[in-house]
């Protein structure tokens, strides 16, 4: 598909069916009152108030010993602009983007943070209030997208290939970050026939820096996909016609095959032509059950498909295969309500989330059949040691939550051995709100799976600080071995990378 059809397919689906067109300033207005109402007694909201300006360097105060090989930079990336000029978005997802980076040096850890400069950050800033759409607000008197970029957030994660640093989005291009000062460079453009088109918040690097990817444009039902090699240069990109493809977030890959679970939140055009949100424009269709779509890395246009137990999912750890079964795990919530609603609730200073727990799948290339069970863990962010992607593999990281209370998000990090059950599990504690944590390799250790660190950030709502941990993978539950603590509060964001010096 060419870049041309592409944008006429935007077009069709977005300005001239009718995004932007119903808005209402007392609903807007609503979102930021109620919001408001809440932050007193709900201690939580702290983590979803946003902000309006970079967040200048501020060294961290070190606890424990930092350990001499993890040196580098931690990039976190997020929504952290929720409202402007008392609009508040109406969807979590909505927020601009902020990258986020702890530098990891033998001076200690300083962190900064720097708003994406995208082209709706800067048309909304420019006019003071927000003007463009968005996932699931659509402004007062908003403009329409001309294309998917102009209403590019930057928002959802980061990777680091080729040589460049890039926030990551769900439905146009990369952005290019300077790696030191944080800057916005340029869009990323793979090719002239891609440009402009839907490249996803989780490609996946192989251990011989093969980085795949893929994009959805749901409201044609087209699934491009991306081959880039290590060097950064495109090796391939194809886009097929997958009806009723839904809202895909993220994807796996094993030697021989692409993975992706399509749960049945599909985009509905009549939704979109009466002014409805992106979000809203999406429906919910049980009947369609969750599928699962395997396609061979050396004929992505021969798809085979196998069924799952109804459910709805954002994130994926890991697949691997042997003798023609695929093995997988992911993070499962019963329905889509958690996207569709609940996190418009959080925007209004409400909790009402689903619990979402891990899933494993075994996928029968030959019988065509595929099984399911469902653990006990409340946790979302899987995370790998990424030497093992697309490889057998026993060990996924998460957020994880282990308390109860009347809050949003997480208050522990877990490995779980998905080969045995095995877990192995840190608490931070009840005022605490976890972030996702990623795995880092040791550079001096074994080289097998787990042997590292994992590194993350947590909102300590009682100190009203940022936590950065350092642990050895090895042994969450010893607690950290490092930890550097900032007294200043930044916006809860969403995905992570470490890059080593």
């Given at each position: ?163 460049e640093l890039m926030a990551l989005w769900e439905g146009g291009s990369a952005t290019r970050i300077d790696p030191q000062t944080l800057a916005t460079g340029g869009l990323k ?92 424009s999406h429906v919910w269709k049980p009947q369609l059950g969750l599928r699962v779509m395997v396609l061979p890395k050396d004929r992505l246009d021969a798809p085979q498909w ?196």
């Amino acid at each position: 598909m060419d870049r041309r059809n592409f944008n006429l397919a935007l077009l069709a689906a977005g300005a001239s069916a009718g995004f932007g067109a119903r808005a209402v300033t007392s609903e807007t207005d609503a979102f930021f009152s109620a919001f408001e109402a809440q932050r007193a007694g709900h201690p939580w909201t702290l983590g979803y108030v946003g902000l309006q300006a970079d967040a200048e360097p501020m060294p961290l105060t070190l606890r424990g010993r930092m350990p001499r090989e993890l040196r580098g930079a931690f990039y976190r990336n997020g929504p952290a602009r929720h409202s402007l000029a008392g609009q508040r978005y109406h969807h979590w997802f909505d927020g601009d983007g902020m990258v986020q980076k702890y530098t990891l040096s033998d001076r200690g850890i300083v962190h900064q943070g720097r708003f994406v400069r995208t082209d709706k950050f800067l048309a909304d800033s420019a006019a003071g209030r927000p003007v463009r759409v968005a996932f699931g607000t659509n402004p007062p008197g908003a403009e329409a997208p001309t294309s998917a970029d102009s209403i590019n957030v930057a928002n959802t994660s980061m990777v680091h290939h080729g040589g460049e640093l890039m926030a990551l989005w769900e439905g146009g291009s990369a952005t290019r970050i300077d790696p030191q000062t944080l800057a916005t460079g340029g869009l990323k453009t793979w090719s002239p026939e891609y440009a402009g088109m839907a490249f996803s918040a989780h490609p996946r690097i192989e251990p011989d820096g093969t980085l795949w990817n893929f994009g959805v444009t749901g409201a044609q039902g087209l699934l491009s996909i991306y081959r880039v090699r290590a060097s950064g240069e495109l090796a391939d990109a194809v886009t097929l016609k997958v009806p009723g493809i839904g809202m895909v977030h993220d994807f796996a890959v094993t030697q021989r095959h692409l993975v992706f679970l399509v749960p049945p939140l599909v985009f509905d055009r009549d939704r979109a032509a009466a002014g409805e949100t992106f979000l809203a424009s999406h429906v919910w269709k049980p009947q369609l059950g969750l599928r699962v779509m395997v396609l061979p890395k050396d004929r992505l246009d021969a798809p085979q498909w196998f069924d799952l137990p109804l459910g709805f999912v954002f994130h994926l750890g890991n697949a691997c295969e042997d003798g023609g079964v695929i093995r997988l795990d992911y993070i499962r919530s019963v329905s889509a309500w958690n996207a569709t609603n609940g996190l418009v609730e959080l925007m209004k200073g409400r909790y009402a989330l689903e619990k979402s727990s891990v899933a494993l799948v075994e996928i029968d290339l030959k019988s065509g059949q595929a099984r399911q069970s469902v653990l006990g863990h409340q946790a979302e962010f899987p995370r790998i040691d990424r030497r093992v992607t697309a490889r057998p593999y026993a060990h996924v990281y998460t957020a994880a939550r282990t308390g109860s209370g009347d809050r949003p998000g997480y208050d522990s990090v877990m490995r779980l051995d998905v080969t045995t059950g095995k877990v192995d599990r840190f608490q931070y504690g009840p005022d605490v709100m976890v972030e996702e944590h990623v795995f880092v390799p040791s550079r001096t250790g074994s080289g097998r799976e787990g042997d590292g660190w994992l590194v993350g950030t947590a909102l300590d709502l009682q100190r009203r600080q940022m936590l950065f941990s350092v642990f050895d993978a090895r042994r969450l539950g010893d607690g950290p071995v490092a930890q550097g603590v900032m007294p200043r509060v930044m916006p809860l964001g969403l995905h992570a990378i470490f890059v080593a010096a």
